[in-house]
């Protein structure tokens, strides 16, 4: 038996890969594009290590092209939930007694395989099934998928040195045990990356999950799957459940044997699981562990000393990468009237220049939103500010669903710094902005503190250095990720652990030592080496 103590040290992250044409991974990548595209696959329910198939199906389609199919897959009825329950709870055993350095060994595996092997399998699925361009999926699907993996093998190790103090006459230690029961990992269809870490990140704690994917990244999240049964993450461990939410959260939740909720998505569902968890408390064997990362109503503040074409540039990529459909996409934004003239004619100007379009093309910075249904959501907030007078449209506006799900990045200028799209999460191509007179500086930032009930990100621009961290003081609870001088988006693991609170979430900070803690309900061992053999204190003797 191998008994050392082991530590892994702290990873450099995944390099993120050029693509320029005629390189070796674009031909891989250009070559698995084509292969997913003309071979529609079936992706069934995995529990218990097995292929699940069920009697309900549903389609899964590009939204650039939304009647080209991808794949069927299979539902998931209250039968088939209550399975995967079963089978984590089966799995658990062996998995949380397992030395912990083979379950890292297995996460190490993981990320080796997602870096060479499936890269071009992850970022083909990425780029079909959820319209991200290459770098997009890129930085998502195969970068920040591997740098969760092998960062909480890494901090996992500095959880588990950490140890009480003993004394001459006793030893004590920690031991850090698995919540006892299922976790139920549920995952949002925009990020690639956190399906697995809603996943992962439990189970290197020695936990065992019931996953429901998100029904708009099935493609990418069922190579997913595959690959972390291919590194050896034994059958049981993960069981994948597409289907309705509502039937699989509602078995879930109902279940004696649920431990805790490893979730993002939107602030509703979130508010809507806890609510049901609430209501079944009595039935858990311990206090379920809930954390969600949710919405965000992310912005840019402007100060007057700032450069207006930094400003102007990382405000379009900030707002219009990936569609805005990032939880960290800036989509207000507050702009001194002194800066205003300059930063407006190279914002305008860029957003016209932007083309969009299938993702096969790589000149292509923006693609589709995600399905009909947001597309409507999100055009109607386009319509609302058409017909206000509190708002123009100064670029974009247009979209077209005919094809697939296109919007064009669309900028609103408001009078009204509560305007329904300067306090609403959109998730859309949207950003609104408000113009403040100079002298209003003060005001203006409560106003962006006090506008959203969110608090995910935000970013201040600022030559003056005291200004901005001023600033920086003055929002502190406004955003979990703050930004000087950089948009407000594209938070990278060991670096800027990620989340925020108010609406936003629990804030446990993903990607770090503070998550996977939550994952543990460590048990404290005091071994004494001389009992104690007379019931009366000392001093009582001397009477
Ligand atoms: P969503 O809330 O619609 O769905 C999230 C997941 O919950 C999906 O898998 C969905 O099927 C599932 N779900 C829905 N109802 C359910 C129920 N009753 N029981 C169980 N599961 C249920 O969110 P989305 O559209 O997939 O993602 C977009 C949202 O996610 C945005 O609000 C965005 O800001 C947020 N997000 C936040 C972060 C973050 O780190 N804070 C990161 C990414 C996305």
Redesign the pocket.
């Given at each position: 038996m191998n008994n050392a103590i082991y530590n892994f040290p702290m990873p450099s992250n995944e390099p993120v890969l050029e693509y320029l044409k005629g390189s070796k991974e674009r031909i891989l990548l250009d070559e698995e594009l084509k292969r997913q595209a003309e071979n529609p696959i079936e992706i069934p329910l995995i529990i218990g290590g097995k292929e699940v198939r069920t009697a309900n199906t549903g389609t899964v389609t590009m939204p650039h092209n939304h009647k080209h199919v991808l794949a069927t897959y299979y539902k998931a009825t209250e039968k088939e939930v209550q399975m995967a329950i079963d089978a984590a709870k089966s799995a658990h055993r062996i998995w949380s007694d397992l030395t912990w350095t083979i379950r890292a060994s297995i996460m190490l595996k993981a990320a080796e395989l997602i870096s060479t092997k499936y890269r071009h399998v992850m970022n083909a699925a990425t780029m079909l099934g959820q319209s991200k361009n290459i770098y997009q999926s890129e930085i998502d699907a195969v970068c920040e998928t591997i740098d969760f993996l092998k960062y909480n093998v890494s901090f996992a190790g500095k959880i588990y040195e950490s140890q009480p103090k003993s004394d001459f006459n006793q030893l004590n230690r920690m031991e850090y045990r698995a919540l006892e029961g299922v976790v139920f990992a549920?995952?949002?269809?925009?990020?690639t990356s956190?399906a697995s870490n809603l996943n992962m990140a439990p189970v290197m704690m020695g936990n065992t999950t019931v996953w429901?994917?998100?029904?708009?990244?099935l493609l990418s999240n069922y190579y997913l799957m595959k690959i972390f049964m291919e590194a050896g993450v034994p059958a049981g461990v993960i069981n994948f459940i597409p289907g309705?939410?509502?039937v699989?959260?509602?078995t879930?939740i109902n279940s004696a044997d649920f431990a805790g909720l490893h979730?993002?998505?939107?602030?509703?569902?979130?508010n809507?699981?806890w609510g049901q968890v609430s209501q079944n408390l009595n039935k858990y064997k311990s206090y379920p562990r809930l954390i969600g990362?949710?919405?965000?109503k992310d912005f840019i503040f402007v100060h007057p000393s700032a450069d207006a074409k930094e400003t102007a540039v990382n405000a379009i990529r900030g707002a219009f990468e990936y569609q805005g459909?990032?939880?960290?996409a800036a989509s207000r934004m507050y702009v001194p009237d002194s800066l205003w003239p300059q930063i407006r004619e190279m914002m305008t100007e860029m957003a016209l220049d932007i083309k969009m379009g299938d993702v096969m093309d790589p000149s292509n910075f923006m693609n589709a939103v995600?399905d009909e249904k947001?597309f409507d959501n999100i055009t109607s907030y386009i319509d609302y500010a058409k017909a206000s007078s509190e708002a123009t449209i100064i670029a974009g506006g247009d979209y077209d669903k005919s094809v697939g799900y296109f919007i064009r990045p669309t900028i609103i200028q408001t009078t009204n710094p509560h305007f329904k799209t300067m306090e609403e999460?959109i998730?859309g191509p949207v950003l609104t902005i408000y113009v403040y007179q100079d002298k209003e500086l003060d005001a203006t930032l409560d106003l962006c503190d006090t506008t959203s009930p969110f608090g995910?990100t935000g970013a201040v621009f600022a030559r003056d250095r005291v200004a901005a961290s001023n600033i920086c003081q003055r929002l502190r609870y406004a955003a979990g990720n703050f930004y000087i001088n950089d948009k407000p988006t594209g938070a990278i693991v060991g670096m800027q652990p990620?989340?925020?609170s108010r609406a936003?979430?629990t804030n446990d900070k993903?990607g770090g030592e503070f998550n996977l803690v939550r994952w543990i309900s460590p048990r404290t061992i005091k071994e004494t080496f001389v009992p104690v053999t007379d019931y009366k204190y000392p001093y009582m003797k001397e009477q």
């Open positions: 549920v995952s949002p269809f925009n990020f956190i429901k994917p998100a029904t708009t990244a309705q939410g509502s699989i959260g509602g879930m979730f993002t998505g939107s602030n509703n569902t979130f809507n699981l990362e949710t919405g965000g459909q990032k939880c960290s995600i947001a999460e998730f995910l990620f989340g925020g936003s979430g993903a």
